[in-house]
């Protein structure tokens, strides 16, 4: 099985990354290649300064939520970048900035934590991406 697996990842709060996170350690343990291209708010959670703040909870998350990932942590769950950490050292996982993004926030290749692999645009996503399926988070 090594149909690649391509995520757009657009939101930057704790949940949807922690989500991406599995997704793609999943994909890799799979033995299938995860190709991540880094838009918008979830850029802005990859910034070396920023990767490991609280980026919140989508609003239907609520206190619950909040709760329940607070209890998680606290049990043991690895945060969301130990978990693509351990993605990349599992299989084959790209991590791309997207260009227009990073022109966007006014970010530089230097301001991201290395975790992200480089820089692309949108159409070497998609050339990159090939056959297999695309999921936007």
Not at 22 to 31: E, I, K, N, P, S
Not at 54 to 69: F, I, M, N, Q, W
Not at 86 to 104: H, P, R, T, Y
Request: aromatic share 6%; charged share 25%.
């Amino acid at each position: 099985m090594d149909e690649t697996i391509s995520i757009v990842l657009f939101s930057g709060t704790d949940d949807k990354l922690q989500s991406a996170a599995v997704l793609t350690a999943g994909a890799a343990a799979l033995g299938r290649p995860v190709k991540i291209l880094l838009q918008y708010w979830a850029l802005e959670s990859f910034r070396a300064d920023r990767i490991t703040a609280d980026h919140g909870l989508v609003p239907e998350a609520g206190r619950a939520g909040k709760a329940a990932l607070d209890a998680a942590a606290k049990a043991g769950q690895a945060h969301w970048t130990e978990t693509l950490r351990m993605a990349k050292e599992l299989g084959e996982v790209d991590i791309q900035a997207c260009s227009a993004s990073m022109e966007l926030l006014g970010l530089k290749r230097s301001d991201l934590d290395p975790i992200v692999d480089g820089v692309e645009g949108v159409a070497a996503f998609y050339v990159n991406a090939g056959e297999g399926q695309i999921v936007f988070i």
